[in-house]
């Protein structure tokens, strides 16, 4: 059966457009730095949107937020994808958000088409990701790296 799923473009292209609503500039690009109120509408989004998709969410001490669609073995880790909603102040519009829309997209064919994976997946949203607004980048991820 995985050989006969497919994405859908246009799901991708819209939850993109979703995605890109706040801070979207004039010239085409975003400025939305972490945690600010753009952020925060994006992040809420993010979990109203993986949790119409069978997911749970968790978020850590340092606000990665975890949309966790069960698997047949839960006792097992996630098998983690995803990127970042914030952006630099300049950045483009595929900038780290691409990532997150592409790890939606892997749970919006999975809960169409009923697939229980063996172990959980997760899309991971990190927080603060560029360091643009608080530095160093990759700091909540970096917590997770050790």
């Known amino acids: 059966m995985a050989s006969t799923l497919r994405i859908k473009a246009s799901r991708v292209n819209s939850l993109h457009s979703d995605a890109c609503q706040w801070g979207a ?3 085409g690009g975003m400025n939305r730095v972490a945690l600010n109120a753009d952020d925060k509408h994006a992040r809420d989004w993010f979990v109203q949107c993986t949790r119409r998709m069978g997911c749970t969410t968790k978020i850590d001490t340092m606000g990665n ?16 994808i995803g990127s970042h909603l914030d952006t ?12 997150v829309v592409c790890g939606m997209e892997v749970l919006s ?15 991971v949203n990190w927080t603060n990701e560029e360091g ?8 909540s991820s970096g917590v997770w790296a050790e």
Do not use: S, W
């Open 88 to 99: 630099q102040p300049t950045g483009g519009k595929y900038d780290g958000i691409l990532g």
């Open 65 to 80: 937020i975890f949309a966790i669609r069960p698997g047949k073995n839960n006792t097992l880790p996630p098998i983690a």
């Open 109 to 123: 064919v999975l809960h169409e088409h009923d697939v229980e994976t063996f172990a959980p997946l997760a899309v």
């Open 132 to 139: 643009a607004r608080f530095p160093q980048a990759m700091c």
């Open 25 to 27: 500039t004039p010239d």
